[in-house]
């Protein structure tokens, strides 16, 4: 399977995507000469949790800044919430909540007064006094920060900080959220409880469209994936189909020459103890009983399945350090 | 937005040490005049500095004279040009953008904010020198101070004893490059020889001033504590106006660079190339223009009659920069990518 070839996978049935909240059609951004963000077609359906999942430097954040108006496209359309981008942004982005390659804050305030200055900057409409401290403490208090004291953000850890951005994140209630590396800096236990956050919000109806470059991160999370290379979208699709059955058996044995002989060309990858084999009429019980009226002793027969890694990694072909190292170079000018 | 960049004026600690410097430099230079009774002969030092041990109330005047060439635009240009920059670098402005705030309102809210920042310091110095002043120095009778004015040095400024008066009528059609043609006239004349006037000066340290240097004899009346502050007040609101050229350049510069100190140093420099040229005879043709070239025309504000001509002049030429260089940040800010 070639990267470069334009188009990109689905490897399920295509299923009808719903009402989507994030949709763009060939959206390209240059920089110069390069290319950052390279006619992408991106569907995110609603209650979607979507992985946007790419190595550094793919045009991940490009993307991500596109739909929330700060990097202007060089081409193509933007549909966010049913209104086009960046035009009617400023409409959209009360609905809203983002965290964009990592948290910021003043440092000098403590993060309460930070929340608060970024709350009161939001739209008017949004502002009424006594509500706004609630709104700051009530979002302190789901991510966790609930008890924070007077300290300067100066002084957090990279998890606080993180657990802040994404306070602000949820500020508005927002209808959609778009992160970007959420869960950069925490540990285990914080990853634990801002992938169960997420969850629980989803579950209220937020469409969570998060980007990162961790795929076990996607894969624990998320419904859907977009897989990005070198600013093409590659693979867009359901998990569930992206890791579904390959057509092939995973045989493993104490005596793999024997099995080896007794299914000739069936076997399509060896490994040691392990073969993978074409799947013959019948599944898996009727290789089962083949093998073993041919003496061949059987540790473990399965279906395989693909992972997530498998496909990435075919998808997004070798190679490609070199020359995603001069692309991360260029893509921030 | 604007009151939220305002709490963030103040609640930022860099804002209080820079208006602290600027209040302690006249405080200091108080301090020395007093106890050593040595001021600069008049039309050497800072203006008003020689005058001041007369009438500490002429302090604050004194004191934006200290502070108006470096302390003043280095403070202005170190805030403006670090409103959209610093917000910039430090990441919080992507974050302001998707809250969202417009970039319209933002860059408004910002211009706001340095423009307090600049009328909070001009009237934090008058102040502060103002107790200063009187407090160490009394608050003698002003009329002395004003008539011991000394003749402001510089390329272009003008208004020398004996043309003073007269100029505003007989220069009011002259703009442009007229003007720097006939301020380098005067700046020929030796303002020192035009002592003959009938000016009463009761103090006899006044009179060995008077008789050692250049200065510029304006016949006037005497100095109301009304008048006075009437005066100040022009002066500082002269100052503020002439600051906010500076802020323009250096928010315009914030706007182009995600660096503060990128910024405020290129602000910096466009003074400084400003200042250079503007006592530069061969730049003649440009230097009506230059944003530096009207700053000291505040002096004006003490003299009797006030001198309007050069004081005009810059209220045009700031309002100028102001506007242009707004509406290069307005443009450039609203159609960039935000990549910081």
């Not at chain 1, 995973?250 to 020459?257: E, G, I, S």
């Not at chain 2, 304006?218 to 109301?224: D, F, H, T, V, Y």
């Not at chain 2, 001509?309 to 242009?324: K, N, S």
Request: glycine letters at 10%.
């Amino acid at each position: 399977m070639s990267a470069g070839n334009g188009t990109t996978q689905r490897i399920g049935a295509r299923r009808d995507p719903g009402r989507l909240v994030i949709e763009t059609r060939r959206l390209t951004k240059r920089y110069g000469a390069h290319t950052a963000v390279d006619d992408v077609d991106l569907h995110v359906a609603e209650g979607a949790r979507y992985g946007f999942l790419g190595p550094n430097g793919s045009g991940k954040t490009t993307m991500v800044r596109m739909l929330l108006g700060l990097v202007y496209a060089t081409r193509g359309e933007i549909t966010v919430l049913g209104r086009p981008v960046p035009s009617r942004v400023a409409e959209v982005l009360p609905e809203i909540g983002a965290m964009v390659e990592g948290p910021a804050a003043y440092p000098h305030l403590s993060g309460r007064t930070n929340l608060a200055l970024l709350d009161a900057a939001g739209p008017r409409r949004d502002r009424d006094g006594r509500r706004r401290r609630d709104r700051v403490e009530e979002v302190l208090e789901r991510v966790g920060l609930g008890a924070i004291d007077r300290r300067p953000v100066r002084a957090y850890s990279l998890g606080m900080r993180q657990r802040l951005g994404l306070a602000g994140a949820l500020l508005n209630r927002p209808r959609l959220l778009v992160l970007d590396e959420p869960t950069n800096g925490l540990d285990p236990h914080g990853i634990r409880e801002v992938r169960d956050l997420l969850l629980e919000l989803n579950a209220a109806g937020t469409t969570v469209f998060l980007s990162s470059h961790l795929l076990a991160e996607i894969e624990a999370l998320c419904t859907t994936v977009g897989v990005v290379d070198r600013g093409r979208l590659v693979l867009e699709d359901d998990l569930d189909a992206v890791r579904g059955p390959t057509g092939r058996l995973v045989v493993r044995t104490p005596d793999p020459d024997a099995a080896a002989r007794v299914l000739g060309s069936a076997v399509a990858e060896r490994q040691d103890h392990t073969l993978v084999v074409e799947a013959a009429p019948g599944g898996p019980p009727a290789l089962a009983r083949h093998l073993v009226e041919h003496g061949v002793p059987l540790d473990g027969l399965v279906e395989q399945r693909r992972s997530l890694e498998d496909v990435v990694v075919a998808l997004t072909g070798p190679g490609s350090d070199t020359s995603r190292a001069s692309r991360r170079n260029g893509a921030r000018p | 937005m604007i009151a939220v960049e305002l709490v963030k004026l103040i609640r930022r600690p860099r804002t209080w040490v820079a208006v602290g410097l600027l209040c302690l430099l006249p405080a200091v230079v108080a301090v020395f005049l007093a106890t050593t009774r040595i001021a600069p002969p008049p039309g050497q030092g800072a203006a008003f500095l020689s005058a001041v041990l007369q009438s500490g109330s002429l302090y604050p005047a004194a004191a934006l004279a200290l502070v108006l060439p470096l302390f003043l635009p280095i403070a202005v240009a170190v805030v403006a040009g670090d409103a959209v920059a610093g917000e910039s670098s430090q990441g919080t402005l992507r974050y302001l953008l998707v809250r969202p705030v417009r970039r319209t309102s933002l860059l408004v809210a910002k211009l706001v904010s340095v423009v307090v920042f600049v009328v909070g310091s001009v009237v934090a110095v008058a102040g502060t020198s103002y107790v200063v002043g009187v407090s160490l120095f009394g608050a003698g009778d002003p009329v002395a101070v004003v008539r011991a004015l000394p003749e402001v040095t510089g390329g272009g400024d003008d208004a020398v004893a004996g043309t003073g008066p007269a100029a505003p009528a007989g220069g009011g059609g002259q703009v442009g490059s007229s003007d720097a043609a006939s301020g380098g006239q005067a700046g020929a004349t030796r303002p020192g020889a035009d002592t003959g006037d009938g000016a009463v000066v009761a103090d006899d340290q006044a009179a060995r001033e008077r008789a050692q240097a250049s200065v510029s004899s304006l016949s006037g009346e005497a100095l109301s504590p009304a008048d006075l502050a009437a005066r100040l007040l022009g002066a500082m609101g002269y100052v503020t106006v002439s600051m906010l050229g500076v802020a323009a350049i250096a928010l315009f510069l914030s706007t182009v660079t995600a660096s503060s100190l990128g910024a405020t140093l290129g602000a910096l420099a466009a003074l400084v190339t400003s200042q250079v040229l503007v006592s530069l005879d061969a730049a003649a043709a440009v230097t009506p223009y230059l944003p530096t070239r009207y700053w000291l025309a505040w002096v004006d504000f003490f003299r009797d009659p006030i001198f309007l001509r050069d004081i005009t002049a810059g209220l045009w030429l700031q309002a100028g920069y102001v506007v242009v260089l707004m509406l290069a940040a307005w443009a450039n800010f609203t159609t960039k990518d935000v990549t910081s």
